[in-house]
């Protein structure tokens, strides 16, 4: 399965990010889609896996939960928006964490791109960085990766200026 990954996106799904995210199977998003315009507008763009973020309103929170656990080709997948990394894990993240023992652990919030080995928990943390155009990030990032029969391979980072973007 092709997977394109984002989080916060504060509202931004334009042409260079659809683009990037043209060949991938689904969409996973840690949060903050910023209005549910741009939910609607991602999930009748590719099938969509969502957590809500933090600047998220109750109308995304009604199809996106605070965290989602679930199976893709033979790896557990634990995605949460507020996750914290190895050794700074949010209280409720590293809870889940412990509870659900995932391969891979997916969050977003910080707006800093990160992709880290968590040794003591054997699981992987992807933070896929901000796609959008608010915030205190400069530079807008997302990922796109494969994940078969158990593997994660072939990961790819989408880099662009946070000058560029539209938002919905």
């Not at 939910?39 to 969502?50: E, T």
């Not at 965290?67 to 893709?72: A, D, K, L, S, T």
């Not at 507020?82 to 391969?103: H, M, T, V």
């Amino acid at each position: 399965m092709y997977i394109g990954l984002l989080s916060d996106t504060h509202g931004t799904f334009d042409k260079p990010l659809r683009d990037f995210l043209e060949p991938v199977d689904e969409i996973w998003h840690a949060g903050d889609f910023g209005n549910f315009e741009t939910f609607g507008v991602i999930s009748a763009f590719k099938p969509l896996k969502g957590v809500y973020g933090n600047c998220d309103g109750q109308e995304l929170r009604y199809d996106n939960p605070l965290f989602r656990f679930f199976e893709c080709e033979g790896m557990k997948i634990l995605m949460t928006h507020i996750g914290g990394y190895p050794g700074k894990y949010d209280r409720r993240a590293y809870s889940l964490i412990r509870e659900y023992k995932p391969d891979i652990f997916i969050c977003g919030h910080s707006h800093i791109l990160k992709v880290i080995n968590d040794k003591e928990n054997d699981l992987l943390v992807i933070n896929p960085g901000a796609a959008g155009i608010f915030g205190f990030h400069t530079v807008r990032t997302a990922l796109r990766f494969h994940i078969d029969n158990g593997t994660i391979h072939d990961m790819e980072v989408y880099n662009l200026p946070k000058t560029q973007g539209n938002i919905l």
